[in-house]
Nanobody, 121 residues
Framework: QLQASGGGLVQAGGSLRLSCAAS????????MAWFRQAPGKQRELVAG???????KYADSVEGRFTISRDNAKNTVYLQTDSLKPEDTAVYYC?????????????????WGQGTLVTVSS
């Protein structure tokens, strides 16, 4: 129901735009978020956006990443700029019926398959 795309290999300082298209149901009333998981590390919240448009970012990406949503297209985006090697991870889009962006991955009900972002130094 959630299909993530847009990952790839990019040099440090570069940009990628990740997209997550939802199908089968509307997520306009859900919190939408991006998590990432690097090898050997726990899945962590990168950014989230509420149905009303309020956003929350991890400290490590604040000012470099921007999350947005287009409810008409049932799609959420993550613009990643000034990428660093430590941003390398599989990025997952997810949705929650919560009214606010939550940090814990276990509280999200819907998950996409993930898209790999690799940042070379």
């Amino acid at each position: 129901q959630l299909q993530a795309s847009g990952g790839g290999l990019v040099q440090a300082g570069g940009s990628l735009r990740l997209s997550c298209a939802a199908s089968g149901r509307t997520f306009s009333g859900h919190v939408m978020a991006w998590f990432r998981q690097a090898p050997g590390k726990q899945r962590e919240l990168v950014a989230g956006v509420t149905s009303g448009g309020s956003t929350k970012y991890a400290d490590s990406v604040e000012g470099r990443f921007t999350i947005s949503r287009d409810n008409a297209k049932n799609t959420v985006y993550l613009q990643t700029d000034s990428l660093k090697p430590e941003d390398t991870a599989v990025y997952y889009c997810t949705a929650s019926r919560s009214s606010r962006v939550l940090n814990a991955a276990r509280l999200y009900e819907y998950w996409g398959q993930g898209t790999l972002v690799t940042v070379s130094s």
